[in-house]
């Protein structure tokens, strides 16, 4: 499922059984692929946040669908009377249902309006709340290629298969741990698998960064009046497309529609250096770094396997007075992704430098 037992739990807060979450789980992630096209089942997102959505969704959704059943059973209890002082009787009707329990509160007003009541009654109106759920918790959230997840029109690509669910995890049963035994053996006695966690562990982390772009560095002198811009192409980096839709609509014109993620470790092209200190270098210095500045810079996307995109772009020193117009707009005319930079933070946990683009 996309949310496990002690996510729900413990991050939602839900009530539920471990039994009553793994059957309303179930349907709580059938109803989410039915509106979403099914998207989650091959490009599930690996974004913080937007994994998240989803599971919040699946857990809020089945807390729902729980509800429903909960009172279509207690229903069937509520077939009777209740005695009233002056000595008349009026039918039974559920007024409330304690989620994650069996007491129920009976009324003989004749009324009961929740929206679990008339879920429960009517299934339109079931499907228009789910419906409703679903679009508050992943209206505006992309897939791993960045399709929004509640776009219903075909899917662009022809490779479907990119990045599958997290598979349910079984609680594995606690076991006394034995005591370790002093085999004589070197350090690599202590790895099972022959020293090869750390290469698997790294591989895992690699395949979400299979990207390739040219960042190209803005340059202008003032005493010559010339542009020039400095490109740098980094492959093995992450990119995520956001829903620029949406954020149109909500009415921030200025927001990020693509993310890029560049890891700061050994497998940097070139050291990085701050944008003050890079623009007082030289010529020939400044080929031998690169700057992230929002003030200018520009990255173009140059190969990724989900748009089967793979071309070559322009690297080192590009004069903008030799191409028609100016270097920025010849490449917005002659290649697909091209972004300004518009923000720029630098991570230090996991170190990475993630870049927006407009």
Known sequence: MYADYTYYTTEYGGKMSAADFKRFGRRAERRIDSLTGGKLQFAFPTNERDIEAVKDCMCELADFLYQIDLYNNAAMESIGTVAQADGTVKGKVITSISSGSESRSYSASGTANTSVTEAAKDKKVADTIIY????????????????????????????????????????????????????????????????????????????????????????????????????????????????????????????????????????????????????????????????????????????RKGLNLDVQAPVGVCDSNSYDGNFFEYMKQNYGYVYSMNSFEQFEGIPYFQVGGI
């Open 132 to 303: 409703g759920m679903v679009q508050d918790n992943l209206g505006g959230v992309p897939d791993y290629n960045g399709i929004n997840l509640l776009y219903a029109g075909s899917y662009p690509y022809s490779t479907k298969v990119v990045n599958p669910p997290p598979k349910d995890k079984p609680t594995p049963p606690e076991v006394e741990p034995e005591p370790p035994t002093d085999t004589g053996d070197t350090d690599e006695a202590e790895k099972p698998d022959g020293g090869e966690s750390e290469d698997k562990a790294e591989t895992q982390e690699d395949i979400y960064f299979t990207d390739s772009v040219v960042v190209y560095n803005m340059y202008v002198n003032g005493l010559r009046e010339e542009t020039q811009y400095f490109g740098t192409r980094f492959d093995n980096v992450r990119i995520e497309f956001t829903q620029e839709e949406n954020q149109n609509k909500a009415g921030k014109e200025d927001a990020s529609v693509c993310i890029l993620k560049i890891k700061n470790d050994d497998s940097l092209p070139k050291p990085f250096l701050d944008p003050r200190s890079w623009e007082h270098l030289t010529t020939d210095e400044m080929l031998q770094y690169f700057t992230l500045d929002v003030d200018g810079d520009f990255f173009v996307i140059v190969k």
